[in-house]
């Protein structure tokens, strides 16, 4: 592979340009110093698209699509006593979670965790399958089938404080960390790229979890994979 | 396989922020890009039986935004010139000098070029699920990503392009 098609690569998928790509780039210092500017550029390109999500979005969207939805809201005398008792609760609730990291934060932290902990990626375990339901029961979630291979799973602390599962899962094209983070809700889902890693923080259980790979296509695999495999309860 | 009501309110709380991104950019108008998004979940759950494997659900989902958002198109077309910049609204903690300067570089690309970057970046949809949507092959697709990755790499250094019309 030449410079010029490296480059047609990297510009049309700068996040999966490709093996032999790849290749190219860790042989040319110049096309690594022009990939590592793109992936800047593409970084700062989904943080500037990423804009604030109207409060509630996901809540109203279920609402609208609940049975027998326009009875409902047809009726204010049941709709607002119901709307105002939800305020009361939502207000209570607010006050008992914890206030710690925002969401784009506990993103950041993670990716910076899975940075620290390199030995999980790289370990080769046979994880017993008690185990991974015991991890995933302490998050709030039924595991009903393996997800992936399972190379490592073990207990970690997660940023901003609170213990969580560290999970890697093994897939053919590739290796998924999973943090799983009981008491660290999230009110929606996040996608994060940063130093070379994409993270998804998803609402799960009794708080949230983490994928975490160098590959989006990886994270959105790992997404529908579990998913799949695990029924998760609502927020303990 | 048919979609449980378990499942879907998860698919809701997965996808309905990166939905709601994309149709954003797509009309950017926040109300009508939540009216974009409430409807195509409201259509994804009456038409589940649809649904082919969950592994689908992604571009399942931005197909009937899209359509929807052409169906807004047609009653009411809009126009980036009109709009003022000023007004989007930026995210918590970023570099807001940046953000405005891509937002710009974004509006200033060509709808053919600028909806397939937005699936990609925003979406992760690949290449051939992009072809698919836009109904070109995935070389295509691949033109074009290059093409606007470059229009806005030489904004990004400083160099200037020409302004488009919109569905040019």
């Known amino acids: 592979m030449n410079c010029l098609e490296f480059r047609r690569l990297a510009l049309a998928n700068p996040q999966h340009p490709g093996p032999a790509a790849l290749e190219h780039e860790a042989a040319c210092p110049d096309c690594a110093r022009f990939f590592m500017d793109l992936r800047r550029q593409e970084e700062a390109l989904y943080q500037a698209l990423s804009i604030p999500v109207p409060e509630g979005l996901a809540d109203r969207i279920l609402l609208k699509t609940r049975p027998h939805r326009l009875d409902w809201l ?111 809700p999230v009110a929606a889902a996040l996608r994060l790229f940063k130093d070379g890693l994409n993270v998804s923080v998803l609402p799960a259980g009794k708080g949230s979890l983490a994928l975490v790979a160098e590959s989006n296509t990886l994270v959105r695999d790992a997404e529908a994979d579990l998913l799949r495999a695990v029924r998760w309860h609502g927020r303990a | 396989m048919i979609l449980t009501r378990h499942d879907f309110d998860h698919l809701v709380r997965a996808y309905s922020v990166e939905l709601f991104r994309f149709a954003y950019w797509q009309c950017r108008d926040r109300g009508l890009a939540e009216d974009l998004v409430q409807e195509t979940f409201a259509r994804a759950w009456k ?24 169906r807004l198109f047609e009653r009411k077309p809009l126009s980036v010139d009109a709009r003022e910049f000023s007004e989007l609204p930026i995210a918590d903690g970023s570099d807001l000098e940046r953000d405005y300067a891509v937002r710009e570089q974004i509006a200033l690309l060509a709808p053919r070029y600028r909806e397939p970057l937005l699936m990609q970046v925003l979406g992760g949809l690949s290449c051939a699920e992009i072809g698919a949507h836009l109904g070109i092959g995935e070389a295509a697709v691949m033109q074009r990503l290059t093409r606007a990755r470059l229009a806005l790499r030489r904004l990004w250094l400083g160099e200037t392009i020409p302004r488009r019309k919109e569905g040019t």
């Open chain 1, 74 to 184: 047809a009726a204010p005398r049941f709709w607002l006593p119901a709307l105002a008792a939800a305020l009361v609760l939502a207000l209570g609730l607010n006050l008992m979670v914890p206030h710690g990291l925002t969401s784009e934060a506990l993103a950041a932290g993670i990716i910076a965790h899975v940075r620290h902990e390199p030995q999980a990626l790289a370990a080769e375990q046979s994880v017993p399958w008690p185990k991974l339901v015991r991890a995933f029961a302490r998050s709030g979630g039924d595991l009903t089938s393996e997800p992936a291979l399972v190379s490592y799973a073990g207990r970690c602390l997660l940023p901003g404080g609170g213990q969580g599962e560290h999970i890697v899962l093994k897939t053919p094209q590739g290796k998924v960390t999973l943090i799983l983070m009981p008491g660290k």
């Open chain 2, 47 to 70: 038409a589940r039986e649809q649904l082919h494997g969950l592994e689908a659900v992604k571009p399942w989902l931005y197909r009937i935004l899209r359509n929807e958002h052409a």
